[in-house]
Each structure stands twice: as structure tokens, then as C-alpha cells.
């Protein structure tokens, strides 16, 4: 579906340093019965945020009114396990835009942009530069520079450049989607199907 | 020859690229798609949305497996959701013109497995769905691979998808297989190992003398099982055991379209030099049988051992204890004699005829514990035909056990098969996480050798004992 479009992105961060953060956490399976993307913000981190009595869990910091933003810093290996792209729509639903970890499972990644959410890879020493940050003061921003694949803490001024190819680039600096791409090039794609 | 040497994926990969975008991705040709009522319904609603259509409606299959009930399946499904999405795989497969093997059919049960059992499955293929464990069609020799629901939109209306390709890694286990020492556990021992991210942004191949002398059905766990340790996929040299196991399937080539495809197909496999990102070996005689102790399926351990400690194991040492904590586990327990309530035998990755055999050489002639609840739950109603065809039936009834009917039921618990809060379960399925069979449930990952001594003693209990 066609998306808003990214450019630089200045806001503060959810810290979450808990590693390999797999898809069934950040939406549960009994939360995938809808046949339309909407409403899954509200079951994001479902089983992490709310107790059996659907009460809100002090202690996870989607709870904790300190924390805010469009930045979500995750841990080492973030979105492992299921392809379920109802945690891409979750993330992006609850009003995150951009993901940031050490490192990224490769199909959430892949989803994540398809439905214009940025995932930022950082080294793991950026990574805790940034917690720390956010630590220190939680209204520290981020600023995520799309144009420029920059990521830099405001408080302290650090900064690292991160990776994208040039094609998803171009496709969310203009909230264009591969389905357009590919509609495109049909009479190539029925050419080449002829053998197959 | 100028040509240099190409590894197996290399040489499916290559031809299925229609173009290469420079700084991009390749569009990549999908030979064989396949549906589900979880993953597919918002993709149709795109289709409808930007007034577009099926381009290869006869390359794309349906089936209902991610919730229904695995009890009663004559019946309504009472769960309205779960009845909305299933309604909406058949409506959408009837409006454009694709096989839909819905609740009932005798072709009907969980996608990875009715795809091979059917002769959809074919080497040198692309195949794609909408769940990760499309891992599992790599067993043939095909580069198969789990999407999310935009690329499910993208194959729906162009049979193409955009990816970047994989880096490239070799796992070989030489050897031979111990006593009680099934595929499942090869691959369980291969994750805790390289852990649940070891390869990432890799596509596997399986080499070497176990998976040569494995069954494809065996082979299939083990691909099944490649997502688990982060690769996008896994995939064995389709060889001889692949084209007996195809051989005569409804839907596979048959007549001079079988001896083409043959010919090719004896092509498919890495050439001598042909080089790897990262290539890794085993010896098969180091794996035990394997059983998980913690929240993901790397957390995985020789079943005679005891949990490692925090500072043995790579990773946050507070993760490692949240997920120890949910278990309900601490760091050097054993896990033999650990308590046991549920055992669930199913899943695509162990829900195929030799999972059932093997489960019922150890419960035949014992009972089922008493304070165990058993799902036995085979893959599909053909696997459901064999259970009862070949006397397996009789054993599981005599031993205490209730033969559900097929779909992925407690793998991911969206229907009524839920291991309640705090519970343990010994599961033959593929992932542990927290809630993943129902929310505070308690997983234990294992080959069905561990689940049936499981079930029949109540406690985890080492299989070979039994053998
Ligand atoms: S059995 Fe589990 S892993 Fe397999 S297709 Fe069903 S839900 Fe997915």
C-alpha cells in the first residue's frame, strides 16, 4: 500500500535493550484474525504491555510515560521468528516510523520497509550510546537523516552513517512501493514466464 | 569452459532473475505461490484497492491451516474471526481462479506439507507463502522462502518479488546418526550452535552423509527448521530418494514432461570449486537428542545436560535470564525429570507419516500418563489416511491417545488448541517463544522420540531408554 513518504526524521526514543525481539511479541498470533490492516497498534507488544486482566504492566516502558516518540531502539536481532507482517503494521499503527537495533531479522526488515517504516542497523557500539542517551535524559532526540543515511544522537552530537540500497531509498523518500515497480514490467515478466 | 563453477542456489537463483536493479533488488520469477486465510486476506484487499488483478492464477494454491479447529471440522467454526478469514480464502480463491483446498478436502491440511505430498513441489523451483517455514520445499532442491503480505501481493499480481540475493553458506554433518537421534534434532543442534541469528542474510545448503542418507521427509524437518537460525531458507541437492519421492504424485510431471524434467533436474547440484560465503561442518556423531529449555530455538541442549549458564551462553546476560525466568527454569538444572502437561505431535515440521511412526514405536504397548493432555495432530488428511492405513491408529487408541484431524493447531495456538498459562509442553513444532501456544505457555521443542517418552512417562525422559 502506498505509504507517507521519509525523509529526516527528529524525535525522541522507545528504548528497548532486550534482545532477539521475535514477531510473536510484537503481535501475538490470537491478533492476526483481521482480514483489513487496521487496529493492530493497540495489540503491539500485547502480551509485554497488558496483564491477564488486560491492565497495563507498569513496568514495560510502552507503559512509562517518560518514554515517547516515532523511534523504536530494539536489541540485538530485532523481529525474528514469523513472517507475519501484521508486526510490521503494529509498529508503524502504534506511530513508530523508523526501527533502530545492532541488528535485524531479514524478513521483518524486508516487511518494515514495505510498509515505510525505516529500519536503522547500527553498530552495537552506537547502539548503546544510544541507550545511554536516553538513559541520561529521556527527551534526548534522534535524528534520522534519509537523504544523507545518517543517525545522530542530539544531546551528545554523535553520529553513524548506516546502509540502504539505492532503490528502497529512492522508493521511500517518495512513498513508492515495489507493486507499482512490477505493474510496470508485466510484458516482461509473461515474455519470461512463457519458459517456465 | 568459461563457465566457473555454480553452487545448487546459484544455479536456481540465476535463472529466475528477470532484471537486476542496479543498488537494487532482483526481480525475482515465482514458479509455485502458496496461500493461507492468515496471511492473504489484506493482500487481496490491495489487489482490489488498486483495481488490479491474478497474472498466473494456476501458480498459485490455497489452503486452510492456520486456524481451524483440529475437532469437529464438519461443523461451522465458531471462532466468527476465525470463520471470516476462511470464508475470505475461499471467496477471493473462486473470484480469481485458484485451487482452494479448504476445511473438509481431502487434499486439505498444513501448506508445507500438502505442497510436497501433492507434487506441487518440484526441484530447480521458486516457491514462496506467506509463513516462514516455505523454508521447508528447500528439502527438493527448490529455493523456498517465507514473505510477508505485501510481497503476497506482489506475487498475486506479478509473480515476481523484489529480493536482494542471499550470501551463500554450506552446513555439512558427516557421519552417522546415533541411537534415537532424528533429523529434528540434527537441526535443533545445528541452531544452538549458530543461534537463532547465525544466518542471518543466508541461504543454506545441506551437504554431506546425513542428509544423503536422510528420507525427504526427514530432509524436510531439517529445511523447515533453516528460518529458525535466521537463514531465509535451506535447500538439499534434489538426488535419487527426491525423484522416488515424486514419482507418481497427482500433480507432478508425468509421461515425457518427466523425463525432461528429470534430465534437468540431475543438473541441480553445486559444482566441484564452487565457492560459499561461509561453509560450516559437524560431526553427526556429537548430536544427541536435542530438547529446548528456553525462549528461543536456539536455546537448545543434548537432552542429558544441563542448562547453561549465563555466562557460558553469547548474548545479554539479562535476556538470558527474563527468558529462564519465563520458563520457570534456572542456569544448571537438569532437564531429564522435569515435569511435563502437554505433548503436542504435529506442525510442519513434524506432522508427516515417519513423525507418527516414530512416535508410536515408543508408546506402543506403554499407556499415556495420566496427567498428560496429548494433541496428536497429523499435517494433512493423507498423512490423517496413513496414521489409520497403516495400523498406527490402533497403537495411539490403545495407548491412551485421541487422533485430532489436520492443521497447524497448537503450533501457533490461533484456534481452541492452547497450552494454558504456566503449562510445560513438549512440542514436535519449530518455535519456543514466550505465548507462542497460547499466552504463558511453556515450550519445549523436541524430535516426537522426546515428545512420545515425554508423553508416556509424564517427564522429560531421554527416548533411547526405550529403543
Ligand atoms: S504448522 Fe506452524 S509453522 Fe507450520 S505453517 Fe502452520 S503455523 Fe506455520
Known sequence: ?196 | MSNSPKTLFDKVWDSHVIRKIEDGPDVFFIDRHFIHEVTSPVAFLGLETRGIGVMFPERTFATADHNTPTINQHLPVEDALSANQLKQLATNSAKYGISHWGLGDPKNGIVHVVGPENGITLPGFTIVCGDSHTSTHGAFGAIAFGIGTSEVEMVLSSQCIMQPKPKKMRINVNGVLGKGVTPKDVALYIIAKLSTSGATGYFVEYAGDVFENMTMEGRMTVCNLSIEMGARGGMIAPDQTTFDYIEGRELAPKGADWDTQLAYWKTLKTDAGASFDEEITFNAADIEPMITYGTNPGMGMGISKHIPKATDVEGGVATYAKSLDYMGFSEDDAMIGKQVDYVFIGSCTNGRIEDFRAFASIVKGRKKADHVTAWVVPGSHIVEAQIKEEGILDILTEAGFVLRQPGCSACLAMNDDKIPAGKYAVSTSNRNFEGRQGPGSRTLLASPLVAAAAAVTGVVTDPRQFL
Request: glycine residues 6%.
Open chain 1, 1 to 196: 500500500m502506498a505509504y507517507d513518504s521519509f525523509s529526516v526524521l527528529t524525535s525522541t526514543a522507545v528504548p528497548m535493550p532486550i534482545e532477539n525481539v521475535d514477531t510473536d511479541q510484537i503481535i501475538p498470533a490470537r491478533f492476526l484474525k483481521a482480514t483489513e490492516r487496521k487496529g493492530f497498534g493497540d495489540n503491539l507488544f500485547r502480551d509485554w504491555r497488558y496483564d491477564k486482566n488486560d491492565q497495563p504492566k507498569a513496568d514495560f516502558v510502552l507503559n512509562n510515560p517518560t518514554y515517547s516518540g516515532k523511534i523504536l531502539v530494539g536489541g540485538k536481532n530485532f523481529g525474528s521468528g514469523s513472517s507475519r507482517e501484521h508486526a510490521a503494521w503494529a509498529i508503524y499503527d502504534y506511530g513508530f516510523r523508523c526501527v533502530v537495533s545492532s541488528f535485524f531479522a531479514d524478513i521483518f526488515r524486508g516487511n518494515a520497509i514495505n510498509v515505510g517504516i525505516l529500519p536503522v542497523q547500527v553498530s552495537p557500539e552506537f547502539l548503546h550510546q544510544i541507550f545511554e542517551a536516553i538513559e541520561k535524559d529521556p527527551k534526548s532526540e534522534l535524528v534520522v537523516d534519509l537523504p544523507a543515511q545518517t543517525i545522530t544522537i542530539s544531546s551528545t552530537g554523535a553520529s553513524e552513517s548506516f546502509a540502504i540500497n539505492g532503490y528502497k531509498k529512492h522508493n521511500l523518500l517518495n512513498g513508492f512501493d515495489d507493486i507499482d515497480y512490477l505493474q510496470a514490467m508485466k510484458s516482461e515478466i509473461a515474455a519470461f514466464a512463457v519458459n517456465r
